[in-house]
């Protein structure tokens, strides 16, 4: 009896915590899509210049290509 | 069960849909736009070809995480081969090759101010090596153990402080000087596979068997939000560089990007031609291209505003486990089953 008892509050109990935080997510302050997309954007075009995967790395100030020495035959 | 239990797990579940409910309005009530129709009049980035610089040969067995140190050059890598390797990724030399008493390694962690570094699997333990000791030796210097299953991933705040997630289904934010638990994250209802940092330290993503990725308020210890939309496992996730988007990456063959502030998903990363899982993924600097991993040894380059492929990057002759790109944006290391990590820009 008492184990049936146990395993029921137990469930109530997580049924109760799933809607406690649900109940947090639901209140949370949302801000429209127009907002928050266009800052995206702007992030990324504002930073495009300075990434060096889209720009591309000048093979003098790459650290990670070898450098070719010159040889003088 | 009895009659009154019942009666209450009916009232908390009409309770439970009814939230649901209004939380699907309120997060389409903040549609009046797409992420697709305010990148409209950018044009879709140019072709991006990256060259395999560096090839880091050692791991004598599949290789399974990888990190890059904060300093862009120093990067740490775990195989099931039993070991952890720091390498200088420019000279491909081996700065430390630490053993490990477990070789069943998942995850591993550079900590920001490059003296640590973290590891851990199915040891169901979090091990912290001081890579500055007196002596020069790397030892163990922690043994974070309290998770009742495997490691899946872990990311330093601190020299003090290490968050990690874990099969058990929680994650963990602990006291490295003491070896306890501060607080645990419980709330989703599948083993965790994957966590990412936000920018400003305040926050954590936690990505799930249970198809969802949580945020968490690390200080208060609380999940502020919840979202859905994978129909698989969630393997990887990211931050998107401003900290305010989230990028996961899914056995459902694509990643998706979900803003915090509109509280929702904005777009997916997807083709037809794509029908295996997402293993890793890292954005780029900018957070204009998403790099990710799959399970078809390749990686796939994705323009993150208009969701578009845009590159690959074919190397590899196994699964494509890990990815990291450095914190200066110049170089991205993949890492494989293979048993190689590769520097490509």
């Not at chain 1, 049936?4 to 109940?23: E, F, H, N, P, W």
């Not at chain 2, 496992?233 to 401003?242: K, L």
């Not at chain 2, 990028?247 to 929702?264: H, M, N, P, V």
Request: proline share 2%; with cysteine; net charge neutral.
């Amino acid at each position: 009896m008492s184990v049936k008892m146990g395993s029921s509050s137990t469930s109530v109990i997580q049924a109760q915590k799933l809607v406690d935080q649900l109940r947090v997510e639901a209140t949370m302050e949302r801000f429209k899509i127009s907002l928050t997309a266009t800052d995206l954007v702007r992030y990324c075009q504002e930073h495009k210049r300075s990434d060096p995967l889209i720009t591309g790395i000048a093979a003098s100030s790459n650290p990670f290509k070898d450098k070719k020495s010159c040889v003088l035959l | 069960m009895t009659t009154i239990a019942m009666g209450e797990m009916e009232q908390l579940r009409k309770e439970a849909d009814n939230l649901k409910d209004q939380i699907t309005a309120a997060r389409k009530a903040m549609q009046d736009t797409t992420l697709q129709e305010a990148a409209a009049s950018i044009n879709v980035v140019g072709r991006v070809q990256l060259k395999t610089r560096k090839t880091l040969r050692g791991h004598l067995a599949k290789i399974y995480a990888m990190h890059w140190s904060t300093d862009s050059k120093l990067c740490v890598s775990a195989s099931q081969d039993g070991k952890l390797i720091v390498w200088d990724s420019i000279t491909t030399n081996k700065v430390n090759a630490i053993p490990l008493k477990s070789s069943w390694v998942m995850t591993c962690a550079y900590a920001p101010s490059g003296n640590l570094v973290a590891c851990g699997g199915l040891d169901n333990m979090c091990s912290i090596y001081n890579l500055k000791g007196k002596d020069g030796n790397v030892k163990v210097m922690r043994e974070l153990a309290a998770h009742t299953g495997y490691l899946s991933c872990c990311r330093f705040l601190s020299d003090s402080e290490i968050i990690t997630s874990s099969g058990d289904c929680t994650c963990v934010l602990w006291d490295i000087e003491t070896g306890t638990q501060k607080t645990i994250f419980a709330g989703h209802q599948g083993d965790c596979m994957s966590l990412a940092v936000s920018p400003d330290f305040k926050f954590f993503i936690s990505g799930a068997c249970d198809f969802t990725a949580k945020l968490w308020d690390i200080r208060e210890g609380t999940c502020r939000q919840t979202f859905g939309g994978h129909e698989s496992d969630i393997n990887a996730i990211g931050f998107f560089p401003n900290g305010n988007a989230v990028i996961t990456g899914s056995d459902d063959a694509s990643c998706k990007l979900y803003d915090l502030r509109a509280d929702q998903e904005l777009i997916t990363y997807q083709d037809s031609s794509i029908m295996c899982g997402v293993t890793s993924l890292a954005p780029s600097l900018s957070g204009r291209l998403l790099l990710a991993g799959y399970d078809d040894f390749n990686v796939n380059i994705w323009d993150t505003l208009k969701a578009e492929r845009v590159g690959v990057l074919a190397g590899h002759d196994n699964r494509v486990s890990c990815i990291g790109v450095s914190s200066d944006g110049m170089a991205c290391c993949t890492g494989s089953w293979d048993s190689f990590l590769k520097i490509w820009n």
